[in-house]
């Protein structure tokens, strides 16, 4: 059965008590489950892009440049590679190699962590591997600030960055911690460039290296992201008939089509499935699908809790 994607609803007159023990129910009865992961996720857990995160990191590239959120600061087209490694640098050390301060991620693996389950997620920060979850079961479809990929790019590789990042933010004036956090010594301004030696360029071609992000076609899906591809394709075979839990974790509209559309038409199969949607604002399923959805329209940190 085709899922018409414009008759989607928020349906029921449940209270949030109700559809929070309805999807308990639902965990407890799935032969396994199947987490979409999307950017609010990450937000819940403290990994915010603006406000007083930013400032902290970034305040002199703000004050310079006017830009008031990392989104902005990472598409800004710097004049030299200098500075946008320099900006980068921070950018990925601090939301790829520091744990976010809040327990959301360690709270979704606790509610799982006993079923058959696979995790598949918009987000590049490597937030569910941090907090424990088997990276076997990890399928990163849109990257990894982790790695860095020739930005022609002129062969489909990646490469591990994390001791180039921690040298590019050194060389800046920060001090990393022992426990993994950024932070300036009193009185350091710090530089906004990395020496050139620190610039990454491709081993192979020589060109400047950029990150492994789905921003246009020069993506590179390398053998990593094949095989957790692999992966999960495999495991959805082998549950196509069972009572699968599509969980839903703070999926928004930017790309729809990864997440939010295929759990709507495997559970349009499968009538054993659930679909279960836990967004702020914006908790939908299909006319379609009704009977078998739950809808939660609440914050994703705060229902966990009530989940355990």
Not at 125 to 153: E, M, V
Not at 214 to 229: I, K, L, M, N, P
Request: with cysteine; hydrophobic share 35%.
């Amino acid at each position: 059965m085709a899922v018409s994607i414009l008759k989607k609803r928020n349906f029921g007159t449940e209270t949030l008590t109700q559809k929070t023990e309805r999807l308990k129910e639902a965990l407890k009865q799935a032969d396994a489950v199947v987490i979409g992961a999307g950017a609010g996720l990450s937000a819940a857990a403290g990994f915010s892009y603006s406000g007083e995160r930013f400032e902290t990191y970034f305040r002199d590239f703000s004050e310079k440049y006017g830009f008031r959120d990392m989104y902005s600061g990472g598409f800004y087209p710097y004049d030299t590679l200098e500075e946008h490694w320099a900006y980068w640098s921070r950018y990925i050390y601090i939301n790829r190699y520091m744990d976010p301060p809040g327990t959301v991620y360690k709270d979704l693996l606790d509610l799982v962590k006993e079923k058959d389950y696979f995790v598949l997620t918009t987000n590049v920060d490597h937030c569910f591997q941090k907090a424990g979850f088997d990276r076997n079961r990890l399928f990163y479809t849109q990257g990894d600030y982790g790695l860095f990929q020739c930005s022609g790019p002129c062969h489909p590789e990646t490469y591990d960055n994390e001791e180039t990042v921690r040298r590019m933010v050194i060389s800046q004036g920060w001090e990393i911690g022992e426990d993994g956090g950024l932070r300036l010594p009193p009185g350091t301004v710090p530089e906004r460039a990395v020496s050139p030696d620190l610039v990454p360029r491709c081993p192979r071609c020589g060109r400047p290296m950029s990150m492994n992000l789905r921003a246009d076609d020069t993506f590179v899906e390398d053998g990593g992201w094949h095989r957790a591809s692999e992966r999960y394709s495999e495991f959805l075979r082998r549950h196509q008939d069972m009572r699968i839990l599509f969980l839903e974790a703070a999926v928004g509209y930017n790309t729809p089509v990864i997440i939010k559309y295929p759990f709507w038409q495997m559970t349009a199969q499968n009538r054993k499935a659930i679909y279960a949607c836990v967004n702020m604002g914006e908790a939908y399923a299909p006319r379609e699908i009704a009977n078998q959805s739950i809808c939660i329209d609440g914050d994703i940190g705060e229902v966990l809790k009530k989940l355990k």
